[in-house]
C-alpha cells in the first residue's frame, strides 16, 4: 500500500498522494479512493485527480477540468486534439443536383 506524500509516476508525469477518501459506489457497498495531486498536461496548472485505491488499476486524469478532453497520444507524443483539427467549408451543391436525404431508413423490421 503507499503512504501519504509518495510520489508515483503516470507517464512521465508525477502524482503525488494527498489522502485517501471514503466512497459510496452507486450499488451501496463502501469503498475507498485515493486523491492526488499533479499537474495538467496541457497548460501546468496544478489540480486534484481521484483513482480507485486499487493501484494494478491506476490510470489517473493527466489534465484539468478546463482541458479535458484535448490530450490525445500519436506516435507516442502529446498533441492538442484542438490543433490537429482542420475547419473545411462546407459542401456545395452542383447545379441541377439535390442534397442527399433518405426518405426511408429502413425496409422492413429491423432485426
Known amino acids: 500500500m503507499t ?57 489517473p486524469r493527466r489534465t484539468c477540468p478546463d482541458h479535458r478532453g484535448t490530450l490525445r497520444f500519436e506516435g507516442g507524443g502529446r498533441v492538442a486534439w484542438k490543433d490537429r483539427v482542420q475547419e473545411t467549408e462546407p459542401a456545395r451543391l452542383q447545379p441541377g443536383q439535390r442534397p442527399f436525404a433518405p426518405t426511408v431508413a429502413y425496409v422492413g423490421a429491423r432485426r
Open 3 to 59: 503512504a501519504v506524500g509518495e510520489v508515483v509516476s503516470y507517464r512521465g508525469q508525477p502524482y503525488e498522494l494527498l489522502r485517501f477518501e471514503a466512497y459510496t459506489r452507486r450499488d451501496g457497498i463502501p469503498s475507498t479512493v485515493i486523491v492526488w495531486r499533479t499537474n495538467c498536461a496541457t497548460c501546468g496548472a496544478e489540480f486534484e485527480a481521484t483513482t480507485s485505491a486499487r493501484l494494478d488499476k491506476f490510470k
